[in-house]
């Protein structure tokens, strides 16, 4: 595709449910990035991923929050037991490699009620 | 934690007018990046200068870099109103793995 794709553009859930967000990387992008924008706010890094891997998760707020890349593609963000401050806008981003420029999806809205 | 912090907050401004955007970051970077936010959507890369740059343009955008003062700015001119948006500096975390955005400014360019 020609950009980061994410899907659903918007996600409305009640609390104390699981939900799944997934993003389509730039294609042969092997880094991906995961990370989260309250209103108001800089973006918040949550999870990188390098290939299949995550070499990076420091960022994810609890054990609620879990992220998959089986086969170094596309990503699924997992979100357990969601709580109303799990309200953001998740954004999707990939990169050809590690400190290469990142170019994000348009993100998903998450609603927790 | 937000590493970069823009100044100011909130910018309005006429259609032809020139805009100006700070930024302050807090460690030492290899480069820094800004980007722009339409409607807290999807970010836009901008430019990226690197830390032994002082200068660098992009059509009508012009950044430049301090390092001994830990800052940079945007310059944004002969301004339109499709540049109204959010624009955010950004560096990289020590380990590289992720870039680290300030609060951002919101620039409104009415016509």
């Known amino acids: 595709g020609a950009g980061v794709s994410q899907t659903p553009s918007n996600k409305v859930t009640e609390k104390g449910k699981y939900v799944e967000l997934r993003c389509d990387p730039i294609?042969?992008?092997?880094?991906l990035y995961w990370y989260r924008q309250s209103l108001g706010q800089g973006p918040e890094f949550l999870i990188y991923?390098?290939?299949?891997?995550?070499?990076?998760d420091s960022g994810l707020p609890n054990d609620r929050f879990f992220a998959v890349r089986p086969e170094g593609s596309v990503s699924t963000l997992k979100i357990q037991r969601t709580e109303r401050g799990d309200s953001a806008v998740y954004l999707c981003?990939?990169?050809?490699?590690?400190?290469?420029?990142?170019?994000f999806g348009a993100g998903t809205r998450l609603s927790v009620l | 934690s937000q590493q970069g912090e823009e100044d100011p907050q909130a910018l309005s401004i006429q259609e032809g007018e020139n805009a100006t955007m700070n930024c302050s970051y807090k460690?030492?970077?290899?480069?820094l990046q800004w980007y722009r936010q339409n409607s807290g959507r999807g970010l836009v890369h901008l430019i990226l200068?690197?830390?032994?740059?002082r200068e660098k343009h992009s059509g009508r955008l012009r950044v430049t870099l301090d390092t001994s003062k830990k800052s940079s700015s945007l310059l944004i001119t002969a301004s339109r109103a499709a540049d109204t948006a959010s624009y955010f500096c950004?560096?990289?975390?020590?380990?590289?793995?992720?870039?680290?955005f300030g609060k951002g400014t919101t620039l409104s360019v009415s016509s």
């Open positions: 991923f390098q290939g299949t891997g995550a070499a990076d």
């Open positions: 294609s042969g992008h092997t880094a």
């Open positions: 200068i690197r830390s032994n740059e």
């Open positions: 950004a560096t990289a975390n020590q380990a590289g793995t992720a870039l680290i």
């Open positions: 460690t030492s970077i290899n480069n």
């Open positions: 981003a990939s990169s050809t490699g590690w400190g290469d420029i990142q170019y």
